[in-house]
């Protein structure tokens, strides 16, 4: 007599497949096998990511366009201390600014038609940003002009003081913005020749005590 098929053979039991030590450790070895290339595959792409931030980092740097070595505002720009002795007339050296970052008024004091209009398209075309032309009276209506400004807007009064040859800075002590008022008088010729603008940081040329 002929005995059932899974007495005979130790792989199996009640025709149930008995896994064997042998086929145990192949599995173990394939599952550990697919863990270490997911592994490597993380480290793989990690690694990628670094080298390509690193590379655009001293691409940025290398240009000079790296944002954290940017000053942040116009006013930072100017490398004003933050206590000036005589806020009236500082005796400071200051940065002149990139015209885009100055904004200006422009008032004309004399009652000659026209004149705030021009000087404000001539200073628009050299690129600074206009906000407003108008007309006031002045104390300094006989003079070449006055530039005003606040305490946060002394290197931006520089700025358009070197557009215009003889105004003098007048301090207004109530602005609290950067902006600049530009009044033009009586003894006004025109903007500096753009060939002859002096860009390198200096003092304010102060109005006197009227």
């Known amino acids: 007599m002929t005995e059932p098929k899974d007495r005979r053979d130790p792989s199996s039991w009640h025709g149930q497949h008995i896994v064997s030590e042998a086929e145990l450790a192949f599995q173990s070895d394939g599952q550990a096998k697919k863990r270490r290339r997911s592994r490597q595959n993380v480290v793989f792409t990690v690694m990628a990511a670094l080298v390509v931030v690193v590379f655009v980092v001293s691409v940025l740097i290398f240009t000079g366009n790296w944002p954290w070595n940017k000053d ?3 006013q930072a720009a100017s490398d004003a201390p933050a206590n000036i002795e005589n806020p009236v007339c500082p005796d400071v050296n200051f940065k002149v600014q990139d015209p885009g970052t100055v904004m200006v008024r422009v008032l004309n004091t004399t009652g000659e038609s026209g004149l705030a209009g021009a000087t404000a398209e001539r200073l628009k075309e050299r690129g600074f940003t ?3 032309v108008t007309e006031s009276a002045s104390d300094y209506a006989e003079e070449v002009g006055a530039v005003i400004a606040g305490p946060k807007g002394y290197a931006q009064a520089l700025s358009i003081q070197r557009q215009v040859p003889g105004a003098v800075f007048v301090f207004d002590k109530d602005r609290r913005d950067d902006r600049i008022d530009l009044e033009v008088g009586a003894k006004f010729e025109g903007l500096e020749k753009e060939r002859k603008l002096n860009d390198a940081p200096g003092k304010l040329r102060c109005a006197e005590s009227k």
Do not use: K
Request: hydrophobic share 15%.
């Open 72 to 74: 942040q505002t116009p």
């Open 130 to 132: 206009i906000t407003s």
